[in-house]
């Protein structure tokens, strides 16, 4: 295992290369959450009718930039919170179980689901100033627009703008929202992950590889969907929203489930498996890569240090 500052930047430079394959899908999900916002289903036009369908309305209007709307505030927030979620993962747990039961190596499933769920939240708050700004740019579409619409020319003036209007606090909108989803899925992420590649290698006697790798990344990735997507819709609108449309999680929660039915919390959940599937895989996958390489950065720098390399 690197050090905490390692596997921050290698877990944030994974999240990057992930992050480039699958913001369109992101961009397609988040459209497909607000779109008939607060509408019953027989008043709600349906411009976006699924992740193909919506990856490729946007490109047939906006081109290539419009899928890819806010994807440097999506690098900044990847940086931060897979960097957190990566980085302080190990070396919480480590310290929990150490504490509880003085063996670092036991696996406890307990202190895995905490210490995913507490490294995301810390990285989700860190970075919601961004998320936020991101969510508002890829909503925004001159041509078939969904939910409330923000100008903003580029992700700096999104900040800049959102600052000068309120504050602070504007900035940190949502970020409750954002801290449950993140918690709840990165509760899961990691420890399926790990859950599933030591069930692979005593199972199927999987070596240590791509192909373990890939594997573990995609039974994670669907789990995490599975438990995410609700209070990611949530947090989506919550972002999205101007004045107090939304006096908090649960009165965005009843709001939606009252006006539009209970599956409205589920919009754009297939777009949102098309995109945490290949960036759960590219994600976990590159982070062993990138832990690998911040190893050998480390055992020249650190020459002094006990870093295993493998």
């Known amino acids: 295992m690197s050090t905490t ?4 930047i290698a877990g944030g430079l994974a999240a990057c290369g992930a992050v480039s394959v699958s913001h369109p899908a992101e961009t397609a999900k988040i459209r497909l959450q607000l779109q008939g916002e607060l509408q019953s289903k027989t008043q709600a036009p349906r411009m976006y009718k699924g992740v193909f ?3 490729g309305v946007i490109v047939k209007n906006e081109g290539l930039r419009g899928i890819f709307r806010g994807i440097s505030c999506a690098y900044v927030y990847q940086m931060v919170l897979n960097g957190c979620r990566l980085g302080f993962y190990e070396p919480l747990r480590q310290s929990l179980t150490t504490a509880l039961y003085d063996n670092p190596n036991r696996q406890s499933l307990g202190i895995n689901i905490f210490s995913g769920a507490a490294s995301g939240m810390l990285g989700a708050a860190a970075g919601s100033p961004f998320f936020l700004i991101k969510t508002r740019l890829q ?3 001159p041509f078939l627009p969904v939910g409330t619409q923000h100008h903003y020319k580029n992700a700096a003036d999104g900040l800049r703008q959102v600052y000068g209007r309120e504050g602070v606090k504007g900035l940190y909108r949502g970020v409750g929202a954002a801290m449950v989803r993140t918690g709840f899925g990165s509760s899961v992420q990691l ?3 790990f859950f599933a590649k030591r069930r692979l290698v005593k199972h199927f006697q999987m070596q240590e590889g791509m192909l373990l790798h890939l594997a573990s990344s995609a039974a994670s990735g ?3 969907c599975c438990v995410m997507h609700p209070p990611d819709t949530v947090m989506s609108r919550m972002y999205n929203q101007t004045g107090n449309l ?3 999680i649960f009165d965005c929660l009843y709001k939606t489930i009252s006006t539009e039915g209970v599956f409205a919390i589920y919009k754009g959940f297939f ?3 098309a995109r945490i599937l290949p960036h759960t895989i590219l994600t976990l996958t590159l982070a062993e890569q990138t832990n690998r390489i911040m190893r ?3 055992h020249r720098v650190l020459p002094g240090r006990d870093i295993k390399l493998r």
């Open 5 to 8: 500052v390692g596997a921050f």
């Open 271 to 273: 777009a949102h498996l």
């Open 139 to 141: 909503s925004f579409s």
């Open 246 to 248: 939304y006096k908090g």
């Open 222 to 224: 669907v789990v995490v």
């Open 296 to 298: 050998k950065v480390e």
């Open 191 to 193: 420890p399926t992950y």
């Open 53 to 55: 369908h919506g990856i």
